[in-house]
């Protein structure tokens, strides 16, 4: 019955708020956890319960974070159980997380950023690659983003200079791209189809000429920051990060950032000035003859 009335509302999920099929297998993971560690019919669950839960999880090495997820999961399941199935009340309401530090998004500085970007490999592969990786940089946008986008629906206007995408919560923007991108693409699209199957929408495709996926991505990119000498290893989201910080120290304009990145509240783009006054500490100390220890 419990495991029927979960189904239910992954269904309406994934049908009403159309989510991600990534995000909907995590809701399900949380769902079944909880299932799990409550033996008895779930409407007999009370707020004392969901916290023994939450600290039996953290105790099993659950981080903070992690957690918070997974009472999202709760607490959305609980509150359509009240709307739909009659439920009398929500016993996650009010059970909170357990605090953590919020980590500051790592970021290339510009000059590991062009020494990264300007890797001097020749080939179909790494026109795609190049590519790819100016335009996440140029743009600032996310993976999953940028394998979604098609060779020939329009959303790639290179005369124009932009580009649309669909980010998280099916929120479409369009955002500038820089010559240094329009450059890479105009090549790669050049030797596009010696590698793209005949029938392939995508932009950007693997070895099989099929629709590249994250995992060859990442894996490119990182091959790209060992061969270019970066210290760091370099995922995707890094140089969205990177991006994000080097527009931000350029203009100090958070809302226009905000916009960028399509973030739905300024609060997520606010921790880029963290970075930024990281940057302004570091310079300070250097520079500054009363903050150098002697």
Same mark, same amino acid.
């Given at each position: 019955?419990?495991?029927?009335?979960?189904?239910?509302?992954?269904?309406?999920?994934?049908?009403?708020?159309? &989510?991600?099929? @990534?995000?909907?297998?995590?809701?399900?993971?949380?769902?079944?956890?909880?299932?799990?560690?409550?033996?008895?019919?779930?409407?007999?669950?009370?707020?004392?319960?969901?916290?023994?839960?939450?600290?039996?999880?953290?105790?099993?090495?659950?981080?903070?974070?992690?957690?918070? *997820?997974?009472?999202?999961?709760?607490?959305?399941?609980?509150?359509?159980?009240?709307?739909?199935?009659?439920?009398?009340?929500? #016993?996650?309401?009010?059970?909170?997380?357990?605090? @953590?530090?919020?980590?500051?998004?790592?970021?290339?500085? /510009?000059?590991?950023?062009?020494?990264?970007?300007?890797?001097?490999?020749?080939?179909?592969?790494?026109?795609?690659?190049?590519?790819?990786?100016?335009?996440?940089?140029?743009?600032?946008?996310?993976?999953?983003? *940028?394998?979604?986008?098609?060779?020939?629906?329009?959303?790639?206007?290179?005369?124009?200079?932009?580009?649309?995408?669909?980010?998280?919560?099916?929120?479409?923007?369009?955002?500038?791209?820089?010559?240094?991108?329009?450059?890479?693409?105009?090549?790669?699209?050049? /030797?596009?189809?010696? *590698?793209?199957?005949?029938?392939?929408?995508?932009?950007? /495709?693997?070895?099989?000429?099929?629709?590249?996926?994250?995992?060859?991505?990442?894996?490119?990119?990182?091959?790209?920051?060992?061969?270019?000498?970066? #210290?760091?290893?370099?995922?995707?989201?890094? &140089?969205?990060?990177?991006?994000?910080?080097?527009?931000?120290?350029?203009?100090?304009?958070?809302?226009?950032?905000?916009?960028?990145?399509?973030?739905?509240?300024?609060?997520?783009?606010?921790?880029?000035?963290? *970075?930024?006054?990281?940057?302004?500490?570091? /310079?300070?100390?250097?520079?500054?003859?009363?903050?150098?220890?002697?």
């Amino acid at each position: 019955m419990d495991e029927r009335l979960a189904h239910d509302y992954l269904d309406a999920l994934k049908h009403q708020r159309r &989510l991600a099929g @990534a995000t909907l297998a995590n809701y399900a993971r949380a769902l079944d956890v909880l299932l799990q560690l409550h033996k008895k019919p779930i409407a007999t669950l009370e707020a004392a319960e969901v916290r023994r839960a939450v600290a039996i999880l953290h105790g099993k090495g659950l981080s903070p974070r992690t957690l918070a *997820l997974v009472l999202s999961a709760w607490r959305g399941w609980f509150n359509w159980l009240v709307r739909h199935r009659g439920f009398k009340a929500n #016993p996650v309401l009010g059970v909170r997380a357990p605090k @953590a530090g919020r980590p500051l998004p790592k970021a290339l500085s /510009v000059e590991a950023t062009q020494r990264l970007l300007d890797n001097k490999a020749e080939g179909v592969a790494a026109a795609r690659d190049r590519a790819m990786f100016e335009l996440l940089y140029s743009s600032g946008l996310r993976r999953a983003e *940028l394998i979604a986008l098609d060779a020939t629906d329009g959303r790639l206007d290179l005369k124009q200079s932009e580009v649309t995408v669909t980010g998280k919560g099916s929120k479409t923007r369009t955002v500038p791209i820089g010559a240094k991108a329009r450059e890479a693409l105009r090549a790669w699209l050049e /030797v596009r189809n010696q *590698l793209a199957h005949p029938n392939e929408k995508a932009l950007f /495709v693997g070895s099989r000429g099929r629709r590249i996926s994250a995992a060859v991505v990442g894996a490119r990119l990182a091959a790209w920051g060992r061969a270019s000498g970066v #210290p760091e290893r370099v995922h995707p989201h890094m &140089l969205r990060h990177s991006f994000a910080t080097h527009v931000l120290q350029s203009s100090q304009d958070l809302r226009a950032v905000q916009e960028m990145l399509g973030h739905s509240s300024i609060s997520t783009t606010q921790i880029y000035t963290h *970075l930024d006054f990281q940057a302004l500490a570091k /310079v300070y100390d250097a520079a500054h003859p009363r903050a150098r220890k002697k």
